[in-house]
T-cell receptor
């Protein structure tokens, strides 16, 4: 299995509080992604990174920000959590070299976030 | 129209059966395709990549029909451990588009 960890694995928070989720990889992969998964929607891309300090928005980026100061860490921040952000959040990585066109991605174990 | 569409199922099959899932995609420029497997409350795991007209890995066969823009996954000799949700995934460039998944239940 790819070396990807996420923390925390579970979190319950209240509306309006800031929340930061961490993704850590030991594969030295260039690309990192944050997705959320909700019933009926499948996995949706929030933000992704194509290198240290290089990030871009996905299809559901409103209310989220990211940072990547090191190759191995990709942080997702909810500045002011809302109940609509209750979801399961997955981090993914890909090496993006050689077979970049094919872009196989490997996922972390997920974080279950509940916003009350 | 959704970018990637799958029959949500569930498909209920007995052990040993052969089952096939189809997936359609809307972007004719898509270059590569994948099937992921997701167990309940777990992360998606790559099952197969489909790079050209199709490929086979043991009991699993994936096929791609570019003209009709669909991908299929065939599972032969189903095992209880095959029970999971199967996600069809289509690649654009550095981004993946996920279907909502087809649930498979294999019973004894």
């Amino acid at each position: 299995d790819a070396g990807i960890t996420q923390s925390p694995r579970h979190k319950v928070t209240e509306t309006g509080t800031p929340v930061t989720l961490r993704c850590h990889q030991t594969e030295n992969h260039r690309y990192m992604y944050w997705y959320r998964q909700d019933p009926g929607h499948g996995l949706r891309l929030i933000h992704y990174s194509y290198g240290v300090k290089d990030t871009d928005k996905g299809e559901v980026s409103d209310g989220y920000s990211v940072s990547r100061s090191k190759t191995e860490d990709f942080l997702l921040t909810l500045e002011s959590a809302t109940s609509s952000q209750t979801s399961v959040y997955f981090c993914a990585i890909s090496d993006g070299s050689g077979r970049a066109l094919y872009n196989e991605q490997f996922f972390g174990p997920g974080t279950r976030l509940t916003v009350l | 129209r959704k970018e990637v569409e799958q029959d949500p199922g569930p498909f209920n099959v007995p052990e040993g059966a052969t089952v096939a899932f189809n997936c359609t995609y809307s972007n004719s420029a898509s270059q590569s395709f994948f099937w992921y497997r997701q167990d309940c409350r777990k992360e998606p795991k790559l099952l197969m990549s489909v790079y050209s007209s199709g490929n086979e890995d043991g009991r699993f066969t994936a096929q791609l029909n570019r003209a009709s823009q669909y991908i299929s996954l065939l599972i032969r000799d189903s095992k209880l451990s095959d029970s999971a949700t199967y996600l069809c995934v289509v690649n654009g460039f550095q981004k993946l588009v996920f279907g909502t998944g087809t649930r498979l239940l294999v019973s004894p």
